[in-house]
């Protein structure tokens, strides 16, 4: 991986975001398999540490919070008895929470579903924000207790929980359809949000870019990730090109240009730079993992 140019990083980089798996990686570029996962790991541990460092002081109005499943190794219930209850095999969730106004990912967390995981999102949003925000989730009970414990009583904050009915059709198709959303109900929990702003809609169609830009993410494939760091590598690498490379269409310049982060559209030459380390840096850092 060290002899590649900057310009072939690119071309595999440029791969893996638009959604293709390792393999299809692979046979589009010529390279070898070895060599795109052992890329992915240094870009992905580039863009994780360059994301911390410098998503900061966001200013933000709005700000909406979700989690997307997804699983790795086995789906859980073909888990090994032996690995059962071990992170890393069978379901793994990815909590994201995404600012309204910029579009921008401001904070991210690979974890479980539960108390733990939803506190750990809380503390570093709030560490990356600029002022108060009013905050939407959906109903996941996790969340009462993380933004009293991560905020306390500085934010604008509600719930919006979906109801959900039988999905429409019949016979097997319906094993593949989501429950059909009849209804919503709007939730105050703190400070005095606005109601108009009480939505989930931005973050979930995030979900929708996620599983549409990571193969490991599609639903019903064998491209899902056998290494939980491997997923952390491809959703580090996901969000640093999504804030910092895209350009949204209904913005006109990129997430990290509207909230004021960068002053240009970064081309995928500059993230496969980050990778670019010092020799005993890069032997820390696959020792470590």
């Not at 479980?112 to 990356?128: G, P």
Request: glycine letters at 6%; aromatic letters at 8%; proline letters at 2%.
């Amino acid at each position: 991986m060290n002899r590649l140019s900057v310009q072939d990083r690119a071309k595999i980089l440029n791969c893996l975001v638009e959604g293709n798996s390792i393999l299809a990686t692979c046979r589009m570029t010529g390279a070898a398999k070895g060599t795109v996962i052992k890329l992915l790991a240094y870009v992905g541990h580039a863009c994780g540490e360059y994301h911390d460092e410098h998503v900061r002081n966001v200013p933000s109005r709005r700000v909406q919070c979700d989690e997307i499943w997804s699983f790795c190794y086995a789906k859980e219930r073909n888990v090994p008895q032996d690995c059962k209850g071990v992170f890393g095999y069978g379901d793994v969730w990815t909590w994201t929470a995404l600012c309204a106004d910029t579009k921008m990912i401001v904070s991210y967390y690979i974890g479980m579903r539960d108390l733990v995981d939803a506190l750990h999102l809380m503390d570093d949003l709030r560490s990356r924000l600029a002022n108060r925000v009013q905050l939407t989730t959906d109903g996941h009970k996790a969340y009462l207790v993380a933004v009293n414990e991560a905020f306390g009583g500085d934010v604008d904050y509600a719930m919006l929980v979906k109801l959900y009915g039988e999905p429409k059709g019949q016979g097997p198709e319906r094993r593949y359809s989501a429950g059909e959303c009849c209804g919503t109900r709007r939730k105050k929990i703190a400070g005095n949000p606005a109601k108009k702003d009480i939505s989930t809609s931005y973050v979930e169609r995030q979900n929708l870019t996620m599983r549409m830009s990571m193969r490991r993410f599609t639903r019903l494939t064998n491209a899902f990730s056998k290494k939980v760091e491997n997923l952390a590598y491809a959703v580090a690498l996901h969000f640093m090109h999504y804030n910092f490379c895209r350009i949204h269409q209904s913005l006109r310049v990129t997430p990290a240009m509207e909230a004021g982060l960068t002053d240009h559209v970064w081309s995928l030459e500059e993230i496969a730079a980050l990778s670019d380390q010092p020799i005993s840096a890069q032997k820390e850092f696959s020792e470590a993992n």
